[in-house]
């Protein structure tokens, strides 16, 4: 929480040194990796069926601009799913677990023409806990509130109408740290990263 009141101080101190400020929305697709785990025992076994999984997000954006150089926070909502086998001792079952979350980027950019490299840090904050995928209260104890990472991509401007392509990766190793279920020790590996497609349009 402190870091992003921070980033937050910094966007406010920053805002007057730039002469342009457009608002904006904007929606799409990402493919991410999929948050595998590790269990303790043979008792248990959960494995994803795919190594990725298509998502959706949607949110808002400032661009701050002076010149070529501008700075674009932004706020977004992002779902997506995954579908894993679990196999006990009894049986094999499909379930999927969704995660929502909310990502604040804040990027640095650089605008060449209708162009633009951008990069930066993100915040990602979890908004409840995925569906369980073993039956246990204890389950959510492995997801923290909030993972940091970064986001860096190229975009370009057509008028009001932008595009971007970003890549995302996270700067922690996992959501939660390590939990004993039912005598099984299960981490939740989130070195994941995204592949994130968007199109917005500015005021």
Not at 61 to 90: C, H, I, K, M, W
Not at 113 to 128: C, F, Q, T, Y
Not at 136 to 151: H, S, T
């Amino acid at each position: 929480m402190r870091k992003l009141i921070l980033i937050g101080l910094i966007i406010i101190v920053s805002a007057p040194v730039f002469s342009q400020i457009k608002f904006g929305i904007k929606a799409g697709a990402e493919t991410t990796t999929v948050p595998t785990y590790q269990y303790g025992n043979g008792d248990a076994t959960i494995d994803a069926l795919k190594n990725a999984s298509w998502g959706y997000h949607a949110g808002i954006f400032l661009r701050f601009g002076l010149g070529g150089v501008y700075l674009q926070p932004e706020v977004v909502f992002a779902s997506t799913s995954f579908d894993y086998n679990v196999t006990t001792t009894d049986l094999t079952e499909l379930k999927s677990q969704k995660f929502n979350r909310v990502s604040i980027p804040v990027l640095l950019g650089l605008k060449l023409g209708p162009l633009r490299l951008s990069a930066g840090p993100a915040a990602s904050i979890m908004i409840g806990s995925p569906k369980a995928l073993i039956d246990d209260p204890n389950f959510e104890e492995m997801y923290k509130g909030a993972v940091y990472g970064y986001q860096a991509g190229a975009g370009i401007d057509l008028g009001r109408l932008t595009l971007d392509v970003r890549y995302a990766g996270s700067l922690g190793e996992k959501f939660g740290d390590s939990v004993t279920i039912g005598g099984q020790t299960f981490k939740l590996d989130y070195g994941q990263s995204s592949l994130l497609l968007s199109l917005g349009w500015m005021f």
